[in-house]
T-cell receptor
């Protein structure tokens, strides 16, 4: 099985940078996903890491260290619309079964 | 665009009723998943399927069953609904491949009275 930990809540200011950490303990590992979920909506894909290092996509970047069981999501130039829950998920097995962390609720303040 | 649809956005049922939640995806994905999401407990996997007629238990399968008779459709069944099954139910699908992004349906908010 998998155990995934991420902070419950974070607050940041519009225009700032925020880093959301995720640590995991795994019996299997295909890759690590980050999803964004706005209140009352379904999660949507943000990023995917399978190899160590940084993946950059616009204002969002995600980092993975497999040896440390650690990932982070970096959000730059924060906007009010970035207020959401951010879910870390680790996939394993041939069916891509995912185990999700409980999510980090990010509040962006003016 | 991948589209995952769920039969209902909101559902109210009584204790003991049999409940069917339907999920359909239009991208020919092999893998399909059912989760429930509760405050403070995150997304928990109930069942998943990697092919037609194949199913695997997730982390919390008790009280649920599933059916996958066609590739595009994955049904979640509550044989006898109970109040502790009040939750948001999310269906997802993914393709078999290097990047197994899951695409989620809009969710069904189920209230069991």
């Amino acid at each position: 099985g998998q155990n995934i930990d991420q902070p419950t809540e974070m607050t940041a200011t519009e225009g700032a940078i925020v880093q959301i950490n995720c640590t995991y303990q795994t019996s299997g590992f295909n890759g690590l996903f980050w999803y964004q979920q706005h209140a009352g909506e379904a999660p949507t894909f943000l990023s995917y890491n399978v190899l160590d290092g940084l993946e950059e996509k616009g204002r969002f970047s995600s980092f993975l260290s497999r040896s440390k069981g650690y990932s982070y999501l970096l959000l730059k130039e924060l906007q009010m619309k970035d207020s959401a829950s951010y879910l870390c998920a680790v996939t394993e097995g041939s069916a891509g079964k995912s185990t999700f962390g409980d999510g980090t609720t990010l509040t962006v303040k003016p | 665009d991948v589209k995952v649809t769920q039969s209902s956005r909101y559902l109210v049922k009584r204790t003991g009723e049999k409940v069917f939640l339907e999920c359909v995806q239009d991208m020919d994905h092999e893998n399909m998943f059912w989760y429930r999401q509760d405050p403070g407990l995150g997304l928990r996997l109930i069942y998943f399927s990697y092919d037609v007629k194949m199913k695997e238990k997730g982390d919390i399968p008790e009280g649920y069953s599933v059916s996958r008779e066609k590739k595009e459709r994955f049904s979640l069944i509550l044989e006898s609904a109970s109040t502790n099954q009040t939750s948001m139910y999310l269906c997802a699908s993914s393709s078999r491949g290097r990047v197994e992004t899951q695409y989620f349906g809009p969710g069904t908010r189920l209230l069991v009275l």
